[in-house]
């Protein structure tokens, strides 16, 4: 897969391209499938949401645990379209699950996730896409993701604020008189789509969400490639949130979900 000149253009001035249904239901289903072990894992690579339950908030490195995964971050209509917006080859700085689950999945307060990555995994510069892969469909109903389109021309604009609870996990937050003047500039649009749509987002971009009220999880998977050439040069957080490995990524082929899918139903 390969953008067209108006689509980087796009992402150059808005920070983000959404494409609805990128991947077919029995695509996507592969990684839907998987998805009970990974929300059953209780070690180090999850994050418990705040409310108490046993809810997770956070599932990093599922492209090192699932086959799916680790396909999907390898998926030509990912990392192709990426390689063009990096002008560069690409590496995964970090992946993680999002959730969300129905009645459970909590907040996120306005942020910039290259603030983390720049001080906490000494990242250079925000040369890199987060790339949300829609595992549920996703409306106004279960809590989308809120970005403002073209604030990531604005730098970075947030105050640390640590996490408790959870070595190296932090929160970067916006102040509202910030997060109000931007959005008076280009207003807040919410990403919505059915399973298997997916957004390429500006690491620079300032984006949030409300807590998921309803029964209905949404669960969205960020693959989070940096340039090559912007590697980050820090070493304290642990592979699944600064992965070390610094190998350019080569593309699989785009029948390597489907492929998976004939594999499991042969054995």
Not at 152 to 171: F, N
Request: proline letters at 6%; aromatic letters at 8%; one cysteine or more.
């Amino acid at each position: 897969m390969q953008l067209n000149a108006k689509q980087i253009e796009e992402y150059r001035e808005t920070g983000c391209l959404l494409f609805p249904g990128l991947f077919r239901p029995q695509e996507i289903g592969q990684l839907q499938s998987a998805l009970p072990q990974l929300l059953g894992r209780r070690d180090d690579v999850a994050v418990y949401e705040k409310d108490g339950s046993d809810a997770l908030r956070l599932v990093y490195g599922a492209h090192a645990l699932e086959e799916a995964y680790r396909r999907m971050s390898r998926h030509p209509r990912l990392l192709e379209p990426v390689r063009q917006l990096l002008e560069d080859e690409a590496y995964i700085h970090q992946t993680r699950l999002n959730p969300k689950m129905g009645f459970h999945g909590g907040e996120w307060t306005w942020h910039q996730d290259f603030g983390t990555w720049h001080r906490a995994d000494g990242m250079p510069e925000p040369r890199c896409v987060m790339t949300a892969v829609f595992l549920d469909d996703i409306s106004a109903v279960n809590s989308p993701l809120l970005i403002i389109p073209g604030s990531q021309h604005h730098g970075m604009r947030e105050e640390v604020k640590p996490e408790d609870g959870a070595v190296g996990y932090v929160v970067m937050e916006i102040d509202k008189s910030t997060v109000t003047a931007l959005a008076d500039d280009s207003p807040i649009r919410a990403l919505e789509g059915p399973a298997g749509s997916v957004a390429f987002l500006h690491c620079n971009i300032v984006h949030g969400s409300a807590p998921n009220i309803s029964p209905y999880r949404r669960a969205i998977w960020y693959v989070n490639y940096s340039a090559v050439g912007n590697a980050a040069t820090g070493s304290e957080r642990p592979w699944y949130q600064n992965n070390r490995d610094f190998t350019a990524l080569t593309s699989l082929d785009d029948d390597c979900l489907r492929d998976l899918s004939a594999q499991a139903a042969a054995e």
